[in-house]
């Protein structure tokens, strides 16, 4: 368990589809474990660090919690508990990649037979406050095999076997977002409930 009061993490830089992202808190294949009672941030300034501009096309994904599910199967039990994530300026347009205050993602396999299908199971975000951030709030779980949820009517069996499962996310407040608030994307059956959403103007 990592946890903490109040505390800031530093940046770490990692590739996630073949994209750099920056990311405070970066969980790649990592289960078991549960991160409470941090404050996170992952701030840039106009035409700081990259000489960008806020809106430039091409500026870095940003998040303050990243999580991914690539080459062990199914990553299980991860919890996001009592966080104050704020301050996440990553790229306005991007939406399919992690980028934003909170984002788990699921990147294929190198070896699927091997290691079988990269899901998430039993992952939870409560208790968390998320404010001022791009381009989403919340998100879980975009996945490599999004192609297998086209169909008008998604069976039990391929929800089950190709989605996320015991995804809850709940009593988190949320304020200005610059995209989505929050999203589940590709699970089975997720929970959320008890969140409270603040719109702002735009930025």
């Known amino acids: 368990m990592v946890s903490g009061l109040r505390q800031s993490s530093g940046q770490y830089l990692a590739q996630i589809i073949g994209v750099t992202v920056s990311s405070t808190i970066y969980l790649e294949d990592v289960e078991y474990i549960e991160v409470r009672g941090l404050e996170l941030t992952n701030d840039r300034q106009e035409g700081d660090d990259d000489g960008k501009a806020y809106n430039d096309f091409n500026v870095m994904d940003r998040t303050g ?3 991914v599910a690539q080459n062990k199967g199914t990553i299980n039990h991860i919890v996001l508990d009592d966080l104050y994530v704020h301050d996440v300026d ?3 347009y991007n939406k399919h990649m992690a980028n934003g205050g909170i984002y788990f993602i699921v990147e ?3 070896n699927e037979s091997a290691t079988g299908i990269s899901k998430f199971d039993d992952l939870v975000i409560e208790n968390c406050r998320v404010e001022t951030t791009n381009r989403w709030g919340i998100a879980a779980a975009y996945t490599y ?3 297998q ?3 008008a009517k998604i069976s ?3 929800a089950e076997k190709y989605g996320s499962t015991n995804v ?5 407040y949320i304020k200005g977002a610059g995209g989505d608030a929050i999203t589940t994307m590709y699970a089975d059956k997720p929970l959320v409930q008890y969140m409270l959403l603040r719109i702002v103007p735009a930025r």
């Open 145 to 147: 095999a999004w192609s």
């Open 108 to 110: 294929k396999p190198d």
């Open 156 to 158: 039990d069996e391929i």
């Open 90 to 92: 990553g790229n306005v």
């Open 149 to 151: 949820f086209t169909s």
């Open 168 to 172: 809850v996310i709940q009593n988190n």
């Open 65 to 67: 919690v990243a999580g």
